[in-house]
Nanobody, 115 residues
Framework: QVQLVESGEGLVQPGGSLRLSCAAS????????MQWHRQAPGKERELVASISSGDYTHYGDSVKGRFTISGDSAKNTVYLQMNNLKPEDTAVYYC?????????WGQGTQVTVSS
């Protein structure tokens, strides 16, 4: 059974940086896309960034120029480098990986941006 394990949660001051990681384990699976989503209290879950085969990337408007997604297909691991963090980036961040037939989600990791 494939599981996604996230790490890198934390509390950071505005303007600071944080790096999230998410690794898939527990089974043999072909990963064609890797994504990060987030959900703030009282808000719907939103797509933050995605990377797919061929290293094509996409970012939500609110994080463009500040966040960078990268992936290691050999390790089935995805990273999210977050710079110049703002209080409005506070949320639970979820990684999502999969292919055309299966989608896997991490358990979520808390990111809090506050002075």
């Amino acid at each position: 059974q494939v599981q996604l394990v996230e790490s890198g949660e934390g509390l950071v001051q505005p303007g600071g940086s944080l790096r999230l990681s998410c690794a898939a384990s527990g089974g043999s699976v072909t990963i064609n896309y890797m994504q990060w989503h987030r959900q703030a209290p009282g808000k719907e879950r939103e797509l933050v960034a995605s990377i797919s085969s061929g290293d094509y990337t996409h970012y939500g408007d609110s994080v463009k120029g500040r966040f960078t997604i990268s992936g290691d297909s050999a390790k089935n691991t995805v990273y999210l480098q977050m710079n110049n963090l703002k209080p409005e980036d506070t949320a639970v961040y979820y990684c999502n990986m999969g292919n055309l037939w299966r989608s896997y989600w991490g358990q979520g990791t808390q990111v809090t941006v506050s002075s």
